[in-house]
């Protein structure tokens, strides 16, 4: 009985304090990341510090910018609350594209866009240019929260560090 009376005591004392590590967790809820800057900053500041070849902005307010990105990958302006995108140009595979999803239920739609155009660039190299193909291949797609970013670069690590660092 004194045997089985300190096995339940330990088996106790291990639930209470797995739980009281669990209950004093510090990471946030997805729903509950914030970006300490707007996207156009945050895209500026890793254009800073990345080598881009060749890129061009994108502006979501311009109709027909919005209408070529929306035709190209399914983003539309509505699905955003702040946006920065950076195309790659003719014979570079560079891309920078940042948002911010209105809601938690619109992450996942801005993500496949995301990985649309991850997809599209990777087959515009395929019978191409080997290296533009290579870096293609290895571009993500990151979310944190409400907030998604598609990478495509020579240092995609460094990119993805300065978005986690913003959003916290």
Not at 72 to 101: F, K, P, Q, R, Y
Not at 133 to 160: F, H, P, Q
Request: proline share 2%; hydrophobic share 45%.
């Amino acid at each position: 009985m004194n045997k089985v009376r300190k096995i339940t005591g330990l088996a106790l004392a291990f639930v209470l304090i797995v739980a009281a590590f669990a209950g004093c967790s510090s990471k946030p809820k997805e729903s509950e990341y914030k970006s300490d800057v707007s996207m156009s900053a945050l895209a500026e500041e890793i254009m800073g510090q990345i080598t881009f070849a060749m890129t061009m902005p994108i502006d979501m307010t311009d109709a027909d910018a919005s209408a070529y990105i929306t035709e190209s990958t399914g983003l539309t302006g509505d699905m955003v609350s702040d946006s920065a995108i950076h195309v790659n140009m003719m014979i570079t595979a560079d891309n920078l594209w940042l948002a911010e999803a209105k809601d938690m239920d619109g992450v996942e739609a801005v993500k496949a866009a995301f990985e649309k155009q991850l997809e599209t660039v990777t087959k515009s190299f395929e019978q191409y240019l080997p290296e533009p193909l290579e870096m293609a291949k290895n571009g993500k797609v990151v979310t944190r929260g409400r907030y998604v970013m598609l990478i495509i670069s020579e240092d995609n690590d460094k990119a993805i560090e300065l978005f986690e660092s913003h959003i916290k």
